[in-house]
Nanobody, 117 residues
Framework: QVQLVESGGGLVQAGGSLRLSCAAR????????MTWYRQAPGKQREMVAA???????NYANSVKGRFTISRDNAQNTVYLQMNSLKPEDTAVYYC???????????WGQGTQVTVSS
C-alpha cells in the first residue's frame, strides 16, 4: 500500500513550537523530493519547505530562520520543525512526495496547525 501518514499537528500558542512528521509507506523513499505545503481557508496553497533526494533544501521566505525540514531515509520519514510560531502559520499542512520524471506525486491527508495569539 502506498501512503503518506502525517502526525504532529495541533494547537499551540504564538511563540511555541511543533514538529510535523510524514512517514512514507510503499515507495523507494530516498529518490523522492519531499515537500511540505500549507493552505489556509480562502487562500492559495503555499510551498513551505522542500528537501530533494540529494538533500538540497528550499524554504518560503515567510518561514526562513524559523522552520527546518529534514529527512531520515532509514525511517522513510520527513520532518518539519516549526519554531517561533505565529498566528499566520495557521493552516492545514500537507506532505508531498514527488519522484520527478513526470510521475504522479503523492499527497498526505493534511494535518491542522493552529497558532493562537
Amino acid at each position: 500500500q502506498v501512503q503518506l501518514v502525517e502526525s504532529g499537528g495541533g494547537l499551540v500558542q504564538a511563540g511555541g513550537s511543533l514538529r510535523l512528521s510524514c512517514a512514507a509507506r510503499g515507495i523507494i523513499f530516498s529518490i523522492y523530493t519531499m515537500t511540505w505545503y500549507r493552505q489556509a481557508p480562502g487562500k492559495q496553497r503555499e510551498m513551505v519547505a522542500a528537501i530533494t533526494s540529494v538533500r538540497r533544501t528550499n524554504y518560503a521566505n515567510s518561514v526562513k530562520g524559523r522552520f527546518t525540514i529534514s529527512r531520515d531515509n532509514a525511517q522513510n520519514t520527513v520532518y518539519l520543525q516549526m519554531n517561533s510560531l505565529k498566528p499566520e502559520d495557521t493552516a492545514v499542512y500537507y506532505c508531498n512526495a514527488d519522484p520527478g520524471s513526470g510521475r504522479i506525486a503523492l499527497w498526505g491527508q493534511g494535518t491542522q496547525v493552529t497558532v493562537s495569539s
